[in-house]
């Protein structure tokens, strides 16, 4: 699987060699039933990027194969050194890009090893938003709906998301109901983008207008009386206070830059059965817990509780979800409570550690590590992420990495793996055993299709040698997937998420279990509810006795938001006249690592937009004729961006915010609006621009609105285009 939609593959290995020769859809998996997409299927059978094959380690400015004996040796004595000053003096960062029995691992030796409170697990920078609004909402994290409700919902928002490039396979479910008689895609998303295109209507706001919008369809749908009073009575609090302080519906139209035709489209399509979906447009932002919960908000007072509709936060990484749930990042294992006392002990008493150790808060995410390295954090543990390219404000992370000793543990030579004094190599998909844990919260098997070449180890192996050195019986025995597994999962029993009932011997009868599963016969559906489902038409509209709700809140009903707007930290000024969005591409994946061609990344700006800058955006000086390809090695003048026509040369810009400049390749496209530079997330360049101001209660970045400026692009860097696409 190579995003969070968690299709299973069928991998096949060479006869005479590692890797894998062909990748296809698993037809007996339950999640995709044989669906694939060609980006999961080309990453994992032929990835672009640098194989790490051995141990590295610094020698001056250069990075030397060395022996495994001598790389984890340095790594303990430098990690250990540093925990002399205490847990806190060393900082872990994970990734959704592990499986459940690794990240629990990494977790385990983190919290209850190092007792470190700079921990991540890479989801504050893409899903802690949506997790901290679910909590606010239901008092426990992961969607209420799963991938069986797409096909019974009437309607479908797709709110700050691109699941046409992101997860392709789940937009082919929800493409097939929306087609339906009475059914409709409606897309919110400054972004003409390729869900939009496709969708039945495009709501085109203005970035970082989410909230506002949100509110405006609240009170719109509160003056047309399409507010499902029975729901809200029987299943909620805090309604009425929420009511209360509702902005004027145009109003808050206006500030989002919509119509009021637009925000009528959307009440009205409120009152069908809804999957209201969103991503990283939403949580990415200041205001991105806020923006969450106004959605949820939407659902609860429309009704959309229930099979088929709902919230529902489309997760990125792999693994994300499993993360959310064995980590120890945010939660404890099964989503229990960081700062409970009980909790904490329970937790300390299963991993033989002192509670003591065991931090009391989550810690300051990311952005707040890396502002720490230098002061209380002297050293850094990377395991399967990429910081250097995939962190705001970037140059700011290179420099603060340069003063700490960085252990790094990947499969491929990343830009992080550039400023380590010890690089680990690691087995990556196909390679590796143990499980993971999709969006809708389904479990299935990981299996390694392939032997690993000698000089690379699994991540749980290389976790479990390095707390051999530093934080010795902390595992009873070499860690294994299955028995690591059986131990997290023990320690999820009687949580809201319990995996208790799931074993390797279950997965491998069923192929995929969703939890809750606290029995070895029991697995999940939609959370929350309880009612006659038998019925397809009681489901889509039960009577209020059928039916009934509890949540894991003190009251055990469902909580309204009270988030207010803060202003966006970087606005439009004359100096920096565009705005800067970031998304991702259909053929990319995350930093792009496996996937990332040596070029300028492209920015798309709309034709207006160029047309204005015209004088300023310079082709290649190469001597070449007009018209020849550029950047991308294709030949006979074919075009170098998809927006312009075969034949013409392509033109660069600079892109400059107040904390870099980055060269760009430069690609009229009228999916853009005015005033929007659009970058690709997969670049490492990009992030220099962005800025590192966060989400007050998430700590997630503002990736999403930052303010730039477009400039001719100095001629040496024109020329260095020039001479490599030569």
Not at 652 to 671: C, F, I, K, L, Q
């Amino acid at each position: 699987m190579r995003c969070a939609v968690g299709c299973g593959h069928v991998q096949q290995a060479p006869e005479r060699e590692y890797g894998l020769e062909t990748v296809r859809g698993d037809p007996g998996h339950p999640v995709n039933q044989g669906l694939a997409c060609q980006r999961g299927v080309s990453e994992t059978a032929h990835p672009d990027g640098e194989w790490l094959t051995r141990p590295l380690e610094r020698k001056g400015d250069d990075l030397v194969p060395t022996t495994w004996e001598s790389a984890l040796q340095r790594a303990s004595e430098g990690l250990g050194t540093a925990l002399e000053d205490g847990g806190d003096s060393v900082a872990v960062l994970g990734s959704g890009q592990q499986t459940n029995e690794a990240a629990y691992a990494l977790g385990k030796l983190a919290r209850g090893g190092f007792g470190t409170r700079y921990y991540d697990a890479n989801t504050t920078l893409c899903m802690a938003s949506a997790v901290t609004a679910y909590y606010d909402a239901f008092g426990s994290d992961a969607p209420p709906p799963t991938y069986d409700d797409i096909p019974d919902a009437e309607t479908h928002v797709v709110w700050g998301a691109n699941p046409a490039a992101a997860h392709p396979v789940m937009f082919r479910w929800i493409r097939q109901s929306a087609a339906g008689d009475d059914s409709e895609l409606l897309v919110v998303d400054p972004v003409h983008s390729e869900t939009a295109a496709v969708a039945d209507h495009h709501v085109p706001l203005e970035p970082g207008g989410d909230l506002a919008l949100a509110r405006a369809v609240l009170a719109r749908v509160v003056e047309t009386d399409r507010i499902d009073e029975a729901f809200v009575d029987d299943a909620t609090i805090g309604f009425d206070d929420l009511r209360a302080e509702l902005p004027d519906a145009a109003d808050a139209a206006e500030m989002a830059g919509v119509s009021m035709s637009d925000v009528d489209r959307l009440a009205a399509a409120l009152a069908d059965p809804t999957l209201l979906y969103w991503g990283m447009g939403i949580n990415q932002s200041v205001n991105g817990t806020a923006a969450a919960g106004a959605l949820i908000d939407l659902c609860l007072a429309t009704g959309n509780l229930r099979p088929g509709s709902g919230p529902f936060s489309l997760t990125g990484q792999a693994n994300s979800m499993g993360t959310r749930v064995c980590s120890s990042k945010g939660s404890w294992p099964g989503h229990r409570p960081f700062a409970d006392p009980d909790h904490r002990r329970d937790v300390a008493e299963a991993w033989g550690v002192p509670v003591s150790r065991l931090p009391d808060d989550p810690g300051p995410g990311p952005v707040g590590i890396v502002d720490a390295i230098g002061d209380d954090v002297d050293a850094v543990y990377a395991v399967a992420t990429n910081p250097v390219a995939g962190m705001p404000d970037a140059t700011r992370v290179r420099e603060n990495l340069e003063e700490a000793f960085l252990v790094v543990q990947d499969a491929f030579r990343s830009e992080t793996v550039e400023y380590a004094d010890v690089v680990l190599p690691a087995a990556t998909w196909g390679e590796s055993e143990g499980t993971t844990t999709n969006m809708e919260r389904t479990v299935s098997r990981v299996r390694a299709a392939t032997e690993m070449p000698s000089g690379v180890r699994p991540d749980l192996t290389l976790i479990g040698q390095l707390a051999d050195r530093l934080v010795p019986d902390l595992f009873d025995d070499r860690p294994e997937p299955e028995a690591i597994f059986d131990e997290f999962a023990a320690l999820t029993a009687g949580t809201p998420a319990d995996l208790s009932g799931i074993s390797y011997d279950r997965l491998e009868a069923e192929r995929a279990v969703r939890w809750p599963a606290p029995e070895p016969d029991v697995a999940g559906g939609y959370r929350y509810y309880e009612g006659d489902e038998a019925d397809d038409a009681a489901a889509s509209t039960p009577e209020p006795t059928d039916e009934s709700w509890s949540f894991y809140t003190r009251s055990g009903r469902a909580r309204f938001s009270s988030g207010t707007a803060r202003p966006l930290p970087e606005p439009t000024d004359e100096s920096y006249p565009f705005t800067l969005t970031t998304a991702r591409r259909p053929d990319a994946y995350n930093t792009g690592v496996r996937t990332r061609e040596d070029e300028p990344p492209t920015a798309r700006i709309s034709p207006a937009t160029a047309a204005a800058f015209a004088d300023d955006l310079e082709a290649p000086a190469d001597g070449r004729e007009d018209g020849a390809a550029v950047a991308d090695g294709r030949e006979n003048g074919a075009a170098v961006a998809d927006g312009r026509e075969d034949g013409a040369a392509a033109q660069y810009a600079r892109v400059v915010s107040r904390r870099a400049s980055v060269t760009v390749s430069v690609e009229p496209d009228a999916a853009i609006p005015d005033g929007v530079v659009w970058l690709p997330i997969h670049h490492p360049d990009v992030n220099d621009l962005t800025l590192p101001d966060v989400d007050p209660r998430s700590n997630e970045p503002n990736f999403k609105q930052c303010a730039v400026r477009l400039e001719p692009p100095q001629e040496r860097d024109v020329r260095a285009v020039a001479e490599a696409s030569v």
